[in-house]
């Protein structure tokens, strides 16, 4: 039964609806003034004076602006009707400014079938996918190019608190994580009072000066999920790493072969591996991987929290009667978990394998099971 507010969600949406679309039309303004003037350079230099913004910033937002007002849009479309946010256009914006100009379309539209109910980051992973399918060379390009970009980087703080970051190859820099995120939970499983991101940070410092001790035992589960297609050889379709987004097929068979990661063959047209079933209330390994098979990430819309990390939870409670099985089975982030069992939203494992979530009020939104694609 859903719950009665004095200030509604219903009524917030309108209000966010109302701000997306004057972002719409600022935009829209400025690639038009733009153009009646002729001179870029100096038309940025008027929007950085009434919007406050320094001209190297006020010159890229024209740039978007343009590209809105051009190329992408379908994508100024949407922003105008409020379907999506300032972020989600910005991650349409960066993942095809460098394409070529026939191939933006398709990532363009991708990226719309599934703006509802992904987040931006997780919009910017099935961008890089299709990217991966249209376009493999000129990725491939982007990549060795910014590769030789790659660098460490102390970036300095306040009050004695810094930043340090690593720009590489992605696929490494998901290896790395997860391995310092498995030495953190041992710590946590051995009496460690630390809170995770603490753990991980202290770590991280210490493997890097050579100081940490106990790493040899052990070792991070990364899940390379591929069609026995790819596996063989016989298609360049993208792979996924679990938690991490698409990965090209080459670097999925080349990581398969060595053996580092675990691979997980799907059947290549439902995606999901066979059925598996136990009395136990806990699932087994092989049931968790299964689902993982299925589900990559927390089963919420918009929650990116990979589902390795996640709670399995019971769709309909083992306290009443529900199997420990595939279809009676989902990854939930903790936050997620608490939102289902104390904040009053519920949710529904459709068929088709989608999530269907209830909030309090009442208003629902699903997830699907895959992203949503053109042909």
């Given at each position: 039964?859903?719950?009665?507010?004095?200030?509604?969600?219903?009524?917030?949406?309108?209000?966010?609806?109302?701000?997306r679309?004057?972002?719409?039309?600022?935009?829209?303004?400025?690639?038009?003034?733009?153009?009646?003037?002729?001179?870029?350079?100096?038309?940025?230099?008027?929007?950085?004076?009434?919007?406050g913004?320094?001209?190297?910033?006020?010159?890229?937002?024209?740039?978007?602006?343009?590209?809105?007002?051009?190329?992408?849009?379908?994508?100024?479309?949407?922003?105008?009707?409020?379907?999506?946010?300032?972020?989600?256009?910005?991650?349409?914006?960066?993942?095809?400014?460098w394409?070529?100009?026939?191939?933006?379309?398709?990532?363009?539209?991708?990226?719309?079938?599934?703006?509802?109910?992904?987040?931006?980051?997780?919009?910017?992973?099935?961008?890089?996918?299709?990217?991966?399918?249209?376009?493999?060379?000129?990725?491939?390009?982007r990549?060795?190019?910014?590769?030789?970009?790659?660098?460490?980087?102390?970036?300095?703080?306040?009050?004695?608190?810094?930043?340090?970051?690593?720009?590489?190859?992605?696929?490494?820099?998901h290896?790395?994580?997860?391995?310092?995120?498995?030495?953190?939970?041992?710590?946590?499983?051995?009496?460690?009072?630390?809170?995770?991101?603490?753990?991980?940070?202290?770590?991280?410092?210490?493997?890097?000066?050579?100081?940490?001790?106990?790493?040899?035992?052990?070792?991070?589960?990364?899940?390379?999920?591929?069609?026995?297609?790819?596996?063989?050889?016989?298609?360049?379709?993208?792979?996924?790493?679990?938690g991490?987004?698409?990965?090209?097929?080459?670097?999925?068979?080349?990581?398969?072969?060595?053996?580092?990661?675990?691979?997980?063959?799907?059947?290549?047209v439902?995606?999901?591996?066979?059925?598996?079933?136990?009395?136990?209330r806990?699932?087994?390994?092989?049931?968790r991987?299964?689902?993982?098979?299925?589900?990559?990430?927390?089963?919420?819309?918009?929650?990116?929290?990979?589902?390795v990390?996640?709670?399995?939870?019971?769709?309909?409670?083992?306290?009443d009667?529900?199997?420990?099985?595939?279809?009676?089975?989902?990854?939930?982030?903790?936050?997620?978990?608490?939102?289902?069992?104390?904040?009053?939203?519920n949710?529904?494992?459709?068929?088709?394998?989608?999530?269907?979530?209830?909030?309090?009020?009442?208003?629902?939104?699903?997830?699907?099971?895959?992203p949503?694609?053109?042909?």
């Amino acid at each position: 039964m859903s719950e009665s507010y004095e200030y509604t969600a219903d009524g917030f949406e309108v209000l966010v609806k109302r701000h997306r679309k004057d972002a719409a039309v600022m935009r829209s303004y400025a690639a038009r003034m733009a153009e009646e003037r002729g001179d870029y350079e100096f038309v940025a230099d008027v929007i950085g004076e009434v919007m406050g913004m320094s001209p190297r910033r006020a010159a890229n937002w024209l740039e978007v602006a343009q590209a809105l007002d051009g190329p992408l849009r379908s994508t100024f479309e949407a922003l105008l009707a409020g379907e999506i946010c300032e972020e989600r256009m910005q991650a349409i914006y960066s993942k095809t400014q460098w394409l070529a100009a026939d191939k933006v379309a398709a990532v363009e539209q991708v990226a719309l079938d599934n703006a509802l109910w992904s987040s931006p980051r997780e919009l910017a992973g099935i961008m890089d996918e299709e990217i991966l399918r249209v376009d493999p060379d000129g990725y491939a390009d982007r990549k060795s190019r910014r590769m030789h970009q790659r660098k460490l980087e102390h970036r300095t703080g306040s009050d004695g608190v810094s930043t340090l970051a690593i720009t590489g190859d992605e696929a490494t820099n998901h290896a790395i994580t997860q391995h310092v995120g498995a030495l953190a939970k041992k710590l946590r499983r051995d009496g460690d009072e630390r809170e995770m991101d603490q753990l991980r940070c202290d770590i991280s410092q210490q493997l890097l000066l050579g100081t940490f001790e106990g790493a040899g035992e052990v070792k991070a589960e990364i899940i390379i999920h591929l069609t026995p297609d790819i596996l063989a050889g016989f298609s360049d379709a993208p792979a996924q790493v679990a938690g991490m987004g698409p990965i090209a097929a080459e670097v999925a068979r080349d990581y398969a072969a060595k053996g580092d990661w675990y691979r997980l063959v799907e059947d290549p047209v439902t995606g999901v591996g066979i059925k598996a079933e136990t009395k136990s209330r806990f699932p087994t390994p092989g049931m968790r991987r299964l689902l993982f098979s299925t589900h990559k990430t927390c089963s919420a819309p918009f929650c990116m929290a990979a589902a390795v990390t996640c709670d399995i939870d019971h769709c309909r409670r083992h306290d009443d009667g529900g199997k420990t099985c595939i279809c009676n089975l989902l990854p939930l982030c903790r936050h997620h978990h608490r939102l289902k069992d104390e904040g009053n939203w519920n949710y529904t494992k459709n068929p088709d394998g989608s999530v269907k979530w209830t909030t309090d009020e009442g208003r629902v939104i699903t997830k699907p099971l895959r992203p949503h694609k053109r042909n």
